[in-house]
C-alpha cells in the first residue's frame, strides 16, 4: 500500500472541534435532555417541561421557570468553554453545580438546529437567538429559558444511522427524567411527546415529599417493599432507601446512586452495594435501590468525563465502607422485627395493651439465647472437630434464659402480637405453620435455623479479642507467583489493608510476588488465588471482601451443616422458639444462600383461595 503524501499540523476550525467535542457530549438524544435538565436545575427552577418528538431526533425542547439569561451573554452562551458555573481552579475543584464545563451548548448548536429564548429577571420582555445565525430579536416569555434542538446530528448523518427506533430513544429520554426527578423532588417535572402528555410528576418539598416522589416514579411497591437509609460517618452522609431482597431483579436497571444530588455510574459505589447485599440475594440477582451520597465537593472530582456520569472519590475506601454500612444495617432488621416494632408503636399511641386469649394478660416473653456462650475463635474455624462442636452448641436455642418450670406454659401462654405468631403444626416436617394477626405463616424451619446459626458464628468471629485485624497465620514456604506492574505496585501501596486482611505480600523480585501469610481460616486455600483475588479488587475498589467472602463462605458451610435438618419433628416449644430466634435475628428474612426462609398468607389470600365473600 503506497504510503500517502504528509500532510502539514495545523489548527482545525472552531465548527469542526465543537462536532468532535459533542461526540464525547452528545451520544443520543438522552444526552441533550440531560445537559438541558442540568442547566435548568442549575438556574434555580422549580418547574420543568422536556418536549419531544421522534423519541427527541427531530425535536427537543426544555422550559424552566429559572432564573434566566440577560440578553448580552446569550450569544456567549453559545461558545465553547463559556460558563457562568466556575471561574477559578479552586471553583473546579469544589464545583457544586450540575454543569461547569461549558461545553453542552455549543456541542449540541454545532450538531443541530438550537434556538435559545430566555427572559432574566426584571427584564421588559424575553429575547430569542438562533443557533445557526447568530440574530437575536425580541419575543414574549415570561421569566425562565426555553432551549430548543431539532434535527439532531442533521449535520453528521454518519452519526444519526446510528440511533435506535424511536420507541427506543424516548425510553432513554424519559429515563434521564426519571434520574433528575428521583434527586430534585422540590421540582416538578412533565414530559410531552407528539403532543401527548406521557409523565408527570408534582413537586413535594420536604422529606415527606422525597418518599412521595419515589413512589410516583418508582411506584408503591418500592415504597413499601424498601427499607430507609439514614448514616451518617465522617464527613459522609448516606440516605435513601434500599429494596428488601425480595425485589430483586434479573437486571440491573433500578439502581440509582446521587453524589451531592448528580446522578453518576461508579464502580466503587455499585460494588459496595453489591457486598452489602452479598449474603441476602439469591444467585445472580440485582439489587433495587436509590443512595443519595452527600459529601464535600472538594473530596470527589466530577471533571473526570465530559458526560459528568462518572465521579472519582478522593478515599475510594472511606466511600465503600460507609456506603456497605449504611445498606448493611439498613438490611438487618427482618420484616417480622420490622411489623413488631410498627404495632407496638400503634399499641403505645392508642394506649393499649396487647390482647392474651381469655381475657388473660401474658407475661413479656423471655428472649431467647444460647443456654452457652462459645467461645469461637478465627483459628477454630478450619477444624472440623472444633466446627461440629460450634454447632452442636448453637443448636440449643431452644432454651429461654430464666425460665424455669414448664416452658410450654411460658410459650402457649404468650401474647399473639407476636409478628411470626404462635406455632400450630408442623408440615412433613420441612415447614412450620404459625398462626399470626395477618394469617398464616409458613416457614422453612431449616433455612430459618441456617440463617441463625449463620449470624451467631459472624458475630463471635467479628466478636473476637483482635476482630479490627484478621488473624494470619505464616506460611512455612512462601507462595511466589508472576505478578503483572499493576499487582506489584498495588502490593506496595495497600501493604496496610493487606494486613489488616490477614495477607502478608512482598516483592520477590522485579516482577514476582510472594505470598508470606495469609488468614488463619483460610490456610488450607490457594495462597496465589486468594492473593490474586484481593489484589484485583484492591487495584479496582481499592477496597476487598475477598477475605471476608471467604471466611463467611466457609461460616455458610458450617451453618448449613449444622442447622436443624429436614424431617426432624419438633415439639411446640422449639417451633416458638425457632420463630421468636428468627424475630430476632437479623437478615433472618433470608437463609445464607439467598433463598426466604417464610412467607406470610395473609385472610384475605386465604378467603380468596375459598372464594369467600364471593
Known amino acids: 500500500m503506497p504510503a500517502s503524501p504528509r500532510r502539514p499540523i495545523r489548527e482545525l476550525p472552531d465548527e469542526l472541534i465543537s462536532q468532535i467535542a459533542a461526540g464525547e457530549v452528545v451520544e443520543r438524544p438522552a444526552s441533550v435532555v440531560r445537559e438541558l435538565l442540568d442547566n435548568a436545575l442549575d438556574a434555580g427552577a422549580t418547574q420543568v417541561t422536556v418536549r419531544l418528538a421522534a ?9 424552566d421557570d429559572g432564573a434566566g439569561i440577560p440578553p448580552a451573554e446569550m450569544v456567549t452562551a453559545l461558545r465553547r468553554h463559556a460558563t457562568s458555573k466556575i471561574a477559578s481552579l479552586a471553583e473546579l475543584e469544589a464545583v457544586g453545580t450540575m454543569g461547569f464545563r461549558g461545553e453542552a451548548l455549543a456541542a449540541i448548536n ?23 445565525t447568530g ?24 452519526r444519526r444511522k446510528f440511533l435506535k427506533t424511536d420507541a427506543t430513544e424516548l425510553a432513554h429520554c424519559i429515563e434521564a427524567v426519571r434520574r433528575h426527578a428521583l434527586a430534585r423532588p422540590d421540582v416538578a417535572f412533565a414530559i410531552w411527546h407528539e403532543g401527548r402528555l406521557i409523565e ?10 422525597r418518599a412521595q416522589r419515589l413512589a410516583d416514579v418508582l411506584g408503591e411497591p418500592f415504597l413499601a417493599d ?6 451518617r460517618v465522617g464527613p459522609l452522609h448516606i440516605s435513601g432507601r434500599a429494596g428488601l431482597p425480595d425485589m430483586a431483579r434479573s437486571r440491573a436497571d433500578q439502581q440509582f446512586a446521587y453524589v451531592n444530588g448528580r446522578f453518576v455510574r461508579d464502580k466503587v459505589i455499585a460494588h459496595a452495594a453489591r457486598a452489602a447485599y452479598e449474603d441476602v440475594l439469591h444467585g445472580q440477582r440485582q439489587p433495587v435501590y436509590v443512595l443519595h451520597l452527600a459529601i464535600d465537593p472538594a473530596r470527589v472530582d466530577v471533571n473526570v468525563h465530559p458526560t459528568k ?6 478515599d475510594s475506601r472511606e466511600v465503600h465502607q460507609a456506603v456497605r454500612h449504611a445498606i448493611e444495617n439498613a438490611l438487618a432488621t427482618p420484616r417480622a422485627a420490622r411489623a413488631g416494632q410498627a404495632e407496638s408503636a400503634l399499641l403505645t399511641a392508642l394506649h393499649t395493651e396487647p390482647f392474651a386469649p381469655d381475657d388473660r394478660r401474658a407475661p413479656a416473653p423471655a428472649p431467647f439465647r444460647p443456654s452457652a456462650q462459645l467461645p469461637l475463635a478465627p483459628a477454630t474455624l478450619h477444624s472440623g472437630a472444633s466446627a461440629r462442636h460450634a454447632v452442636e452448641e448453637l443448636r440449643t436455642l431452644w432454651q429461654p434464659s430464666g425460665a424455669t418450670g414448664d416452658v410450654a406454659t411460658t410459650l402457649v401462654e404468650a401474647p399473639p402480637e407476636w409478628p411470626l405468631g404462635r406455632a400450630v403444626a408442623q408440615l412433613h416436617g420441612i415447614y412450620i405453620l404459625a398462626e399470626n394477626q395477618a394469617g398464616l405463616v409458613l416457614v422453612d424451619m431449616h433455612a430459618a435455623h441456617e440463617r441463625i446459626v449463620y449470624e451467631r458464628l459472624k458475630a463471635q468471629l467479628d466478636g473476637g479479642p483482635d476482630a479490627a485485624r484478621v488473624a494470619s497465620q505464616p506460611l512455612l514456604i512462601p507462595a511466589t507467583f508472576a505478578a503483572t506492574p499493576t499487582e506489584v505496585a498495588t502490593a506496595e501501596a495497600a501493604a496496610d489493608v493487606l494486613d489488616r486482611l490477614g495477607l ?4 520477590f523480585s522485579p516482577r514476582t510476588l510472594a505470598v508470606r501469610a495469609v488468614p488463619t481460616a483460610l490456610a488450607a486455600g490457594d495462597a496465589v488465588e486468594l492473593a490474586r483475588s484481593v489484589l484485583a479488587e484492591l487495584a479496582q475498589h481499592e477496597a476487598s471482601t475477598v477475605i471476608e467472602r471467604a471466611q463467611h463462605e466457609l461460616l455458610a458451610t458450617m451453618a448449613c451443616h449444622g442447622a436443624v435438618r429436614a424431617n426432624r419433628r419438633l415439639t411446640h416449644e422449639e417451633m416458638n422458639a ?11 428474612d433470608q437463609c445464607n444462600h439467598g433463598r426466604p426462609t417464610w412467607r406470610q398468607l395473609t385472610l384475605r389470600e386465604l378467603d380468596a383461595l375459598f372464594l369467600r365473600g364471593r
Not at 141 to 156: H, I, M, W
Not at 309 to 314: G, K, W
Not at 504 to 507: A, F, G
Open 55 to 63: 423519541g427527541g431526533v427531530r425535536l427537543i425542547g426544555v422550559e
Open 110 to 132: 454545532s450538531i443541530a438546529e438550537l434556538s435559545l429564548l430566555s427572559r432574566a429577571g426584571g427584564q421588559a420582555s424575553a429575547h430569542l437567538l438562533d443557533g445557526r
Open 135 to 158: 440574530e437575536l430579536k425580541p419575543a414574549a416569555r415570561a421569566q425562565g429559558t426555553t432551549v430548543e434542538v431539532k434535527e439532531l446530528f442533521f449535520s453528521v448523518p454518519a
Open 200 to 209: 408527570q410528576w408534582r413537586a413535594h418539598p420536604g422529606e415527606a415529599g
Open 226 to 231: 424498601s427499607v430507609a437509609i439514614d448514616h
Open 309 to 314: 456520569i462518572e465521579v472519582r472519590f478522593r
Open 504 to 507: 502478608e505480600i512482598t516483592p
Open 578 to 588: 425457632l420463630l421468636r430466634q428468627m424475630e430476632a435475628t437479623e437478615r433472618s
